[in-house]
């Protein structure tokens, strides 16, 4: 069963190690102690936490997309059709190309929070080939 350090759930979750230690306390995240008397987590618990977590969200939309990535919109490229708009969500890099209309309507540039839809037929996973134990 794969488990995570307290850092590394962090940042899959895309809060502070200190918020993750917190909701464990407030036993909202169940973890145990490894050898080291590090605490972990079980990846399974995490899992089934984000999904919770992501049900839960007030400004979720009526969509079939499921894939939504909110950040900071860190780079826009415009040109007279069309913009290359960036967007860092937490450790999530996203880039979209859209019409340049689309990005002026829609008010985007450096700084502004956004949120990344993603709909896609085709969606590639990979796996560092760490193992946790």
Do not use: Y
């Amino acid at each position: 069963m794969p488990t995570f350090q307290i850092s590394e759930a962090a940042e899959l979750l895309g809060v502070s190690a200190d918020t993750v230690r917190r909701w464990v306390d407030a036993g909202r995240l169940g973890a145990t102690r490894d050898a080291s008397g590090r605490r972990t987590l079980d990846g399974a618990d995490l899992a089934a936490f984000l999904r919770d977590v992501s049900h839960q969200d007030p400004d979720r939309h009526r969509s079939s997309a499921r894939n939504r990535f909110r950040g900071l919109v860190t780079a826009i490229v415009r040109d007279t059709v069309m913009a290359q708009v960036e967007i860092q969500a937490g450790p999530h890099r996203v880039v979209s190309l859209m019409s340049r209309e689309a990005a002026d309507e829609l008010g985007l540039e450096v700084g502004t929070l956004a949120t990344a839809v993603v709909k896609s037929t085709n969606v590639i996973i990979e796996t560092t080939g760490e193992h946790h134990a």
